[in-house]
């Protein structure tokens, strides 16, 4: 299943620009251009231009304005519901990361989970009803949900199909075992009555080997035309899976005849 969850994120050898928005395409491709909270897609979500976000917020945190390390690719609702939220300095920020000796930022305390320092799957768990919870009543993984509004009809709708078209390919690989199961079995029949025939015991008897070897040979091409017909379901699924993930560009790049 594509994540319902944000992921930990990993910026992999970053550049240094002087202005955040330089950053923006090494931010897309790091995150597969998918928002770093609701992990929308750019495709999943058409006509929306995504923004740069700041964790910690310009307006309190000017110094990390261009850090790589504090911006974060997100869709333009999720940049909109967080804005310029942060801890307050009456719980402890003293909006100077540096110097700062009480690192509230990382206790269990109403703040946003941060992608970059913990791993948000820990503490934010995806529900059969398709929305987020709270682990382990973790505080910072309520108030992301609440604030970033993750469970908002659109996310919601969007983690449903996700969820039918994983549930889908597993269905669709469980019955490519089987029918490979029983192609390798029925192939293995075939060699069995191929080595049979060839006997001297079986050469006397040959009344009925012509029709017993045909019917082998039907239920050898039956099998082998299951599978095919499976891989070609597989490879639609991947294609229309693809179709929802990764930036406009790409899938438009590949064109109409790839299924």
Not at 13 to 20: Q, T
Not at 95 to 111: G, L
Not at 134 to 150: D, E, G, V
Not at 200 to 206: D, H, M, R, W
């Amino acid at each position: 299943m594509i994540d319902a969850v944000m992921t930990k994120l990993s910026y992999i050898s970053p550049p240094e620009y002087k202005s955040y928005s330089s950053y923006r395409e090494y931010l897309r491709e790091s995150t597969n251009y998918t928002c770093a909270y609701c992990t929308i897609s750019e495709s999943e979500s058409p006509g929306a231009t995504f923004n740069i976000e700041h964790f910690k917020p310009q307006k309190y945190f000017s110094q990390l304005a261009a850090k790589c390390e504090n911006l974060r690719y997100s869709c333009p609702r999720c940049n909109s519901y967080k804005g310029d939220l942060w801890i307050s300095e009456a719980d402890g920020c003293n909006r100077n990361c540096e110097e700062c000796k009480h690192h509230v930022c990382e206790d269990n305390i109403d703040r946003f989970v941060d992608p970059m320092q913990e791993e948000p799957s820990e503490i934010i768990i995806l529900g059969e009803d398709d929305k987020l919870y709270a682990y382990n009543r973790s505080k910072p993984a309520n108030y992301t949900i609440q604030y970033l509004r993750l469970n908002r009809a659109q996310l919601i709708k969007l983690r449903h199909v996700r969820r039918f078209m994983d549930s889908w390919l597993k269905d669709l690989e469980y019955k490519r075992q089987k029918a490979i199961g029983f192609l390798e079995s029925m192939q293995q029949k075939q060699r069995d009555f191929s080595t049979k025939m060839d006997s001297k015991i079986c050469k006397k008897e040959n009344i009925y080997q012509d029709a017993i070897a045909t019917m082998y040979e039907m239920m050898v091409l039956q099998a082998e035309q299951s599978v095919l017909l499976i891989d070609g379901e597989i490879r639609k699924l991947n294609y229309l899976t693809a179709q929802r993930v990764g930036c406009d560009e790409l899938i438009s790049s590949h064109g109409e005849n790839t299924l």
